[in-house]
């Protein structure tokens, strides 16, 4: 029994065990259809496989990968079912992880097109442009990748730190320290410049000059 995906509500789709198979699609000249003896299932299974909150969403997203799926200007049912499948496994969790998983997918599928336009090119001219084409694919892919794994860690990027050794009278701190560096520009001619100096000793020079000084004109 195929059931056909409609847009009457805009009601949130259910999220099911990831585990569960994916119904298929199939691709009528007018509509998408969802093949599940149960209209509902087929498309909380489906809504939770690429990530969709609702079936508004639902239909955009199905639209939009069929129509990445086209070969020879006729979309695939089986490319369309394997993209569906990659955007599942990558488990989006939220409408931009949707989106973006969308996006990745689709690059993917354009960036071995020209993997294989290429193979098949015997022309240097046509070699060349196809390369840079695929380089620019395979790029924008990664960047993709790097994009996804910082909207999961919330833009954070971790720092492990493997070993730390404390010396006697001093203390560590455990948590998330923000270290802001200093700097310290030299002046043509002064002991800094010339090397005689280092940058740090002259800052407490400065700053004991600075404040006997200060006490002096007190």
Known sequence: MTTALTRDSTTPVSRYDGSRPSPRIKLNRREIVIQHSDAQIGERLMGEALGAVDRDALHGFLKQLMKASVILQKPDEDNLAFMISMVKGIAPRDSLEAMLTAQMVSIHVATMRSASRLAFTEGLSQQEGISRTLTRLARTFAAQMEALNRH???????????????????????????????????????????????????????????????????
Do not use: F
Request: no cysteine.
């Open 152 to 218: 999961r860690g919330n833009g954070e990027r971790p720092i492990t730190v493997q070993n730390l050794s404390v010396q006697e009278g001093g203390s560590a701190i455990v948590g998330n320290v923000a270290q802001h560096a200093h700097l310290t520009v030299a002046e043509p001619g002064t002991a800094i410049d010339a090397g005689l100096v280092a940058p740090r000793e002259a800052g407490k020079r400065e700053h004991g000059q600075a404040a006997a000084m200060q006490g002096a004109t007190t």
